[in-house]
C-alpha cells in the first residue's frame, strides 16, 4: 500500500461544483501539504499544516479551504469550483524537521468544466 | 526569503551523454537543498538532499549533486544518462525550522537514443 494515499485519481466536474480531495498517510508524519501543479509554473503551496491543531495558507489558497481531521487525514476542499483550478493537486507529508524530505501521493488530476 | 531558479525548462540529451540540471538558490540563512523526481502521473520521489557537511552528494540512479556556497549552486548531474532518466526534475530549498520548502519550476530531460 502507499505511503500517501490520495483519492480520487482522476476527477471531472463543473463550474459552481464543490469538491474535495482526501488525503491519507501512514508514514506517522506531522507536516502536510497540498500543491498544485500546472504546466511551466512547477509546484506552488496552497495550504499545509504542522500539526493537527495547525492550518496556515499558501501562496495560492483563495478559492481553496483545508480541513486537517486526524495526523494522518488533510482534505482540500474546493467551495466552487472555476475553470481555472483545472490541475493536478498533490499531497505531501514531512517528517517534524525541514531538514527532510516530503514524500508525495501520486495526484489528483482535476477538471473544471 | 527563499527561492529557487531552475535554468531550462526543457533540456535534450543523447543516451549516453552527461546529463546536467541547474539550480541556483537564495536563502538569508544556510539551506537546505533537495532534488526530487517526477516520472508520469506519479508523484515527486526524493533523488538527493543536502543538509550539512559533505558538499557532494550522492542520491540514487547514478545522480549527484554539488552544493556551491560561493556560487548559490546546487546543480544535480550524471555521468551517462539512460532513458529511463527521461522525467521532470524539481530543485527545491528550505531555510529550516518551520519554514517550508520552496520548489523551482521544473526541468523536463529528455534522452534521445
Not at chain 1, 16 to 37: A, N
Request: aromatic letters at 12%.
Amino acid at each position: 500500500d502507499a505511503d500517501v494515499t490520495q483519492t480520487p485519481r482522476n476527477r471531472i466536474t463543473k463550474t459552481g461544483k464543490r469538491i474535495m480531495l482526501e488525503c491519507s498517510q501512514t508514514k506517522g508524519h506531522d507536516r502536510m501539504y497540498w500543491y498544485r501543479q500546472d504546466p511551466g509554473l512547477g509546484l506552488r503551496l496552497i495550504y499545509y499544516s504542522f500539526d493537527v491543531k495547525d492550518i496556515n495558507k499558501g501562496e495560492i489558497s483563495d478559492g481553496y479551504s483545508v480541513s486537517r481531521q486526524a495526523q494522518a487525514k488533510f482534505s482540500l476542499s474546493l467551495e466552487s469550483a472555476i475553470p481555472n483550478q483545472t490541475a493536478l493537486y498533490f499531497c505531501a507529508t514531512q517528517d517534524g524537521l525541514s531538514n527532510q524530505p516530503q514524500h508525495f501521493g501520486d495526484g489528483t488530476r482535476l477538471s473544471i468544466l | 526569503a527563499q527561492s529557487v531558479t531552475q535554468l531550462g525548462s526543457h533540456v535534450s540529451v543523447s543516451e549516453g551523454a552527461l546529463v546536467l540540471l541547474r539550480c541556483n538558490y537564495s536563502s538569508s540563512v544556510p539551506p537546505y537543498l533537495f532534488w526530487y523526481v517526477q516520472y508520469p502521473n506519479q508523484g515527486l520521489q526524493l533523488l538527493l538532499k543536502y543538509t550539512t557537511g559533505a558538499t557532494l552528494v550522492k542520491g540514487i540512479n547514478g545522480f549527484e549533486a554539488e552544493f556551491k556556497k560561493s556560487e548559490t549552486s546546487f546543480h544535480l548531474t550524471k555521468p551517462s544518462a539512460h532513458m529511463s532518466d527521461a522525467a521532470e526534475y524539481f530543485c527545491a530549498v528550505s531555510a529550516g525550522g518551520y519554514q517550508k520548502v520552496t520548489f523551482g519550476i521544473g526541468t523536463k530531460l529528455q534522452v534521445i537514443p
